[in-house]
């Protein structure tokens, strides 16, 4: 088994900036896609944004309008999303997954094949 630990949540004001981290350790190397996941209200999942492990390739959400980015540092075996301009309808708690088949896009928009969830972390926008 493997372990996903977020960091990097916290206060921030509207229109600043995050930088959410997802560590991964254990047994990852069959991991083929990372994933970032909004927790609604409801208790449900949302994806947000997704990355292919070995080509890079990215997947996001019409929702983000360019505001976010997903990255990776194979060193470090961390994944991160940048958030920029954030506003009070990011609030929440954000949370990170890994899949071990298909494309980005199904992992995100579907939610298929998911390993293993993270615990989350939480995001606040408030002035």
């Known amino acids: 088994q493997w372990h996903l630990v977020e960091s990097g949540g916290g206060l921030v004001q509207p229109g600043g900036s995050l930088r959410l981290s997802c560590a991964v350790s254990?047994?990852?190397?069959?991991?083929?896609?990372i994933g970032w996941f909004y927790q609604t209200p409801g208790g449900g999942r949302l994806g947000l944004a997704c990355?292919?492990?070995?080509?890079?390739?990215?997947y996001y959400t019409d929702s983000l309008k360019g505001r976010f980015t997903i990255s990776q540092d194979d060193a470090k075996n961390t994944v991160y999303l940048q958030m920029t301009s954030l506003k009070s309808s990011d609030t929440g708690v954000y949370v990170c997954?890994?899949?071990?088949?298909?494309?980005?896009?199904?992992?995100?928009?579907?939610?298929?094949?998911?390993?293993?969830w993270g615990q989350g972390t939480q995001v606040t926008v408030s002035s």
């Open positions: 997954a890994t899949s071990g088949w298909g494309s980005v896009q199904r992992m995100c928009v579907q939610m298929i094949d998911i390993d293993s």
């Open positions: 254990g047994a990852t190397f069959y991991h083929y896609n």
């Open positions: 990355i292919g492990r070995r080509d890079n390739t990215t």
